[in-house]
Each structure stands twice: as C-alpha cells, then as structure tokens.
C-alpha cells in the first residue's frame, strides 16, 4: 500500500470523525447547560471541516491520479 | 556492493526494501496500540455502571491537537507528491510545516499533561473531597484554586465541566486553604490518580513519543539527509514515502485515540 492509498484511508476516517465529533458536539450543545458556546464552535467548526475534507480529498485524487495504489 | 532493490520493487513483493521494512514495523505497532486499546476497552466495561470517569479531559484543547495532526498528514502527502513532481523548493515548505505541526503537538499535549500535575484532590478525615488547581503548600496548609465536591457522586466530574465552562468564560474559583492536619489523603491527577488516569497517560504518551520519533525522522531526511536528493533522488523520494508512512500511522492512531478518552 502506498502513502496514497494510505492518505485516503486517513481522510474516510478523518472525515467520519469530524462528521461523528460535529454531532456529539451539536448534542451536546442542546441537551447540556454548561459549555454551550464552545460546544456550538466546535460542532460547527467540525462539520465545516467534514465538508472540507471531502473536497479536499476529491482535489487529492485529482492530484495524484497517476500515482500508483501499491 | 550495491543493496538491491532499495529502489526498484522486488519482482515477488512489488515492494521495495524500505516499504516492506515499513509497513512490517507498522504491523508490531497495530499489535502494542491494538493491546493498550484492548485494555482500555476491557477496564472501561468491567468497571463498575457510573464509576468510569467522564469528561475528565479538556475536549477544545484536544480538538485542536486533532485540527493540528489532520493538517500534518495533508502536508506530508502534498510535499511527498510536490518531491515527485521534482518541486524540492515546495517539499521542504510543506515539510516544514509537518516538523512545526509536530512541535505545536507536542507542546499542547505538554501544556495538558502538566494542568493534570497541578490538578489535586484532596479528601479530608471527615470525609469531605476537595477538587482543584494547587496554588502552594506547606507543612501547615494545602491551597487549592476549586471547591468542595459531592462526595456522594464519588467524582469530580461537575466540577471539572464546571471549571471547563469557567475557564471558558474567563472565571476564577475562589481558592481553599485546608489544613494538612486534616488530611487523609492527597494526590494530583497523574497516572496514579486511578485507573482512567493511568490508561490515559500511557496511551497518551506513548502516542507522543511516535510523534517525536516520526518529527525527528522527517526533520532528518528534510535537512541533514536531504544530500541524497542530488545523487540518489528516487531513493530520497522513497525515504519521504515510508517517513509519510510512519505518519499517517501515528495520525491514525490519534484520530482513534480522541474520541475514546475526549469524548465517550
């Protein structure tokens, strides 16, 4: 497996992960009463950066389209 | 004598030497993390219903130590695709940014480990618990930044969340002197706080020195090592592949490790 495939891997999961930890954090902001402006940010912060990550990863394809998966 | 395959892929592998190496050390590291992560698991779903700490950990500071290791792995991956593109100029920028990102890691999760050294619980002989920072202590008397907890719920998580959201918003606890005559027992929030405390640092830790390690690595091959670009650029390019490698692993690592101690 080479770093490509490697950098793909890390980015599906990266990507779940801030999918996952967007909406712990949005429930987390309705249903606690301290720490709801943080909660909020990083909700917010965190799905942005899912969407991010997904384009980012259409660019990276894109990219490295002639490189080898092994 | 020339090694072989140092560059080209073995005909029956289709790896060359250095990948192979990498990706075997990386299958004894899937075994050491995959057991520390067995461990947890099995603590956590023996321990006794509401005895697991929760919320312990500082989720925005860990947060940003994720932000901050996603960022590496994409500027590793870019600089090792702009060295392919004979872009050694770009490479080293973005390699650059990879060494940064592993120093600001390392000195977050620094920052975090020593709040945990400062952090006390102090329970007292009629049984009262007191939770917060230490601010000095003596012979005669303990001073902690924090307050009395409920003993009765046997942890101090409302009080951590409720110093959280107080560090969010600027506050200060108002401080406590207890007398050490009166002490039972005292004891900060290090590895031997309890169970949860000392998982969380060997887990934690050991993360942190594969990021040292691999920072070193890749500083390594970035400056000192970067002579072989001249003589031996395919072999170069195969080292920033198998260090990129080693990378993404202790990434990984750490995007699995966040939201098991952070946030469940």
């Known amino acids: 497996m080479s770093l490509k495939a490697l950098h793909l891997l890390f980015i599906i999961v990266s990507t779940l992960l801030c999918f996952g930890f967007a909406g712990w954090a949005l429930w987390a902001y309705s249903h606690e009463d301290v720490g709801r402006r943080a909660n909020l940010i990083m909700g917010s912060t965190s799905a942005a950066l899912g969407v991010a990550l997904l384009a980012y990863g259409r660019y990276f394809l894109r990219k490295l389209r002639d490189v080898s998966y092994l | ?264």
């Not at chain 2, 390019?237 to 202790?250: A, C, D, P, Q």
């Open chain 2, 1 to 264: 004598m020339d090694i072989p395959y140092t560059v080209q892929p073995r005909r029956d592998t289709g790896l060359y030497n250095a990948k192979l190496g990498i990706w075997l050390f990386l299958a004894s590291e899937v075994m050491l993390f995959g057991a520390l992560f067995s461990s947890y698991i099995l603590l956590r779903v023996g321990a006794d219903p509401g005895e697991w700490p929760q919320r312990l950990l500082n989720v925005p500071i860990g947060t940003v130590n994720t932000l901050v290791l996603i960022t590496s792995s994409v500027t590793v991956v870019l600089g090792w695709a702009a060295l392919k593109q004979k872009n050694f100029a770009k490479y080293r920028k973005l390699q650059t940014i990879t060494v940064l990102c592993a120093l600001t890691f390392v000195g977050i999760k620094s920052y975090e480990y020593a709040d945990k050294f400062k952090h006390y619980q102090v329970i007292t002989k009629d049984g009262k618990v007191y939770d917060g920072h230490l601010v000095k202590q003596d012979n005669e008397v303990v001073v902690l930044e924090g307050g009395l907890i409920d003993a009765s719920k046997g942890k101090a998580h409302g009080v951590m969340v409720a110093q959280r959201e107080a560090e969010l918003h600027g506050g200060h606890h108002p401080e406590v002197e207890i007398k050490r005559s009166e002490i039972q027992k005292i004891g900060n929030y290090g590895p031997g706080h309890n169970t949860y405390m000392s998982i969380y640092f060997t887990l934690t830790g050991l993360h942190a020195l594969h990021v040292i390690g691999g920072a070193l690595v890749i500083a390594y091959i970035l400056w000192p090592g970067a002579g072989m670009y001249k003589t031996d650029p395919e072999r170069y390019i195969n080292r920033v592949e198998v260090s990129g490698l080693f990378w993404h692993f202790v990434d990984l690592v750490w995007i699995f490790l966040f939201p098991v101690l952070y946030l469940l």
